[in-house]
């Protein structure tokens, strides 16, 4: 493709985001922007680090060859919109070591024999312990890049004996890991338990666990889940999808539910993100957006919300969802 095509390009882009954006209510509906740009953003964030700095300084130059005023300043917010003058491994990063922290505020000084109803059979100290050996696990492997599968039980993460000291040995682990992952190359090979073997797949896997866990915590100790940023709830949300097809105790009851062909559409009223699950082949086929599909169900919360939802920590029959079609 010719430098004149990809400037050409990436102008018009540019433009027509500049032009959703900055539109009134009586000429774009609202909620039909966000969708726009919500499914837009995501295309863009599935581009590689070098292909996203690409398209950065491509969206940089068409706002600079035009004159300065307010049509130049929209433009040069293009890129920022999208994230792409961020690093996506390192913005992971950022994200797990905010919600690891997050997760240790909330433990510490809870009493660990507290009973997590999310989690039948374990209390709070087994939930840290759980969360704080990921983050080792996750640490040893974006360092020592082993080829084929380690277990969390190979490792000798040294779990102190007192339960009531589980927040800071969490807390160390979750350090580690974020130091780690910052100073690894997310492009370098590494066993993974899904089909992205590199090390930028833990940043991703590590910020899902934290996430659901952290909410574990929540509704432990207080009955209910803090909201979660729509934006980090989308990326778990990815990833859970990406990555369920890979674990045997959720591709399995999956590839025998008989359902083959059925829609299921989630919504998150918070963003206008939107995902459709199409059952069959033995497991399910997914996708950001609405597609053209007619949902034989749908499914309408906050991202959050669904995202605990496909994690189990909510029943479909909670009142917080909005259900339509086939409830089965």
Known sequence: ?????????????????TAVET?????????????????????????????????????????LRQPPGPGRAHLLLVSEGFGLDEDPHLAAVDAVADHALRYA?????ADPATPVPTCPGWTLGDLTRHLGTIHGWAEHLVTARPATRVRPGDLALDPPADPAAYPGWFAARAEGFAAAARAADPAAPVWSPGAEPYVRHYPRHVLAETVVHLADAEIALTGTARPLAPGTAAEALDHHLAT???IPWIAEPLAHLDRDGAVLRLDARD?????????????FAWSRGRGGTEPTATVTADAGELL??????????????????DRG
């Open 1 to 17: 493709m010719s430098d004149a095509l990809l400037n050409a390009l990436a102008e018009a882009l540019a433009g027509l985001v």
């Open 23 to 63: 539109s009134d209510e009586d000429v774009l509906d609202p909620d039909t922007a966000v969708k726009w740009l919500e499914d837009t953003g995501y295309v863009l964030r599935g581009l590689g680090a070098e292909d996203r700095h690409a398209l950065d300084r491509l969206f940089r130059e068409a706002a």
């Open 105 to 109: 505020h909330t433990v510490r000084g």
């Open 244 to 246: 369920a097809p890979h």
């Open 271 to 283: 963003s206008g993100a939107a995902w459709t699950l199409v059952l069959g082949g033995g497991g």
């Open 308 to 325: 605990l939802l496909m994690h189990r920590r909510y029943d479909a029959d909670d009142p917080r969802f909005t259900l339509a079609g």
